[in-house]
């Protein structure tokens, strides 16, 4: 079983930058990819970035694509997000989320930035970005 806690959130002008950081708790990080989702006031929750361990692969939502960059420090079992030229819509609470890791490719992409496919999840961290 995992544990996760996030920090990192604030509020930050368009433009601006802010890095998310996740701790998990347990001995067998490095056996779980890894993602950030995140929710709007009103939205569903919407998939962001994940990172894998096994296969190496790293995937990110259109959206943020260019502008965040996910990584991860075993050694540290942490998992970052780093949000650059941020816009006020990617105002949200983030989640820092972990699911089992596989080697198979196929897994990876059919669970990926399936929020289902997620079994531990984070409280979670305010963004705000103020126009």
């Known amino acids: 079983q995992v544990q996760l806690v996030e920090s990192g959130g604030g509020l930050v002008q368009a433009g601006g930058s802010l890095r998310l950081s996740c701790a998990a708790s347990?001995?067998?990080?490095?056996?779980?990819?890894m993602g950030w989702f995140r929710q709007a006031p009103g939205k569903e929750r919407e998939f962001v970035a994940a990172?894998?361990?096994?296969?190496?692969?790293?995937y990110y939502a259109d959206s943020v694509k260019g502008r965040f960059t996910i990584s991860r420090d075993n050694a540290k079992n942490t998992v970052d997000l780093q949000m650059n030229t941020l816009k006020p819509e990617d105002t949200a609470v983030y989640y820092c989320?972990?699911?089992?890791?596989?080697?198979?490719?196929?897994?990876?992409?059919?669970?990926?930035?399936?929020?289902?496919?997620?079994?531990?999840w984070g409280q979670g961290t305010q963004v705000t970005v103020s126009s």
């Open positions: 990172k894998s361990w096994s296969i190496g692969l790293t």
């Open positions: 989320a972990a699911r089992p890791d596989s080697p198979l490719i196929s897994k990876w992409n059919t669970a990926r930035s399936d929020s289902a496919a997620y079994a531990y």
């Open positions: 347990g001995r067998t990080f490095s056996s779980y990819a």
